[in-house]
Nanobody, 122 residues
């Protein structure tokens, strides 16, 4: 059984930084892609960043480009999201997901973690 477990969320003031982690268990990641999505209150879940696990190719939403960095640790089967220059509009529950294709579309992800809350105050 594949499981994804996020951690690292919390409260931070605008301009601050947080680093999210997602540990993957139960499945080899060599042929998969991983991504981060977020859902703010009253809004749809939206794409944040993705990485093709074996190639290292990455993609970012325009709203986070230059501020967020997605990375993978092959040895630890861990996905991370370094978030810098955080703004109140980044407040959301952040989810990591796993897909069999390199994608920015939520519909292509078939396994999700439970989410971790990120709150940015102004």
């Amino acid at each position: 059984q594949v499981q994804l477990a996020e951690s690292g969320g919390g409260w931070v003031q605008a301009g601050g930084s947080l680093k999210l982690s997602c540990v993957v268990s139960g499945r080899s990641l060599s042929s998969l892609s991983m991504g981060w999505f977020r859902q703010a209150p009253g809004k749809e879940r939206e794409f944040v960043a993705a990485v093709a696990w074996s190639l290292g190719r990455t993609a970012y939403a325009d709203s986070v480009k230059g501020r967020f960095t997605i990375a993978k640790d092959n040895d630890k089967n861990t996905l991370t999201l370094q978030m810098n220059s955080l703004a109140p509009e980044d407040t959301a529950v952040y989810y990591c997901g796993q897909a069999y294709t390199y994608s920015v579309l939520e519909q292509d992800y078939d396994v999700w973690g439970q989410g971790t809350q990120v709150t940015v105050s102004s």
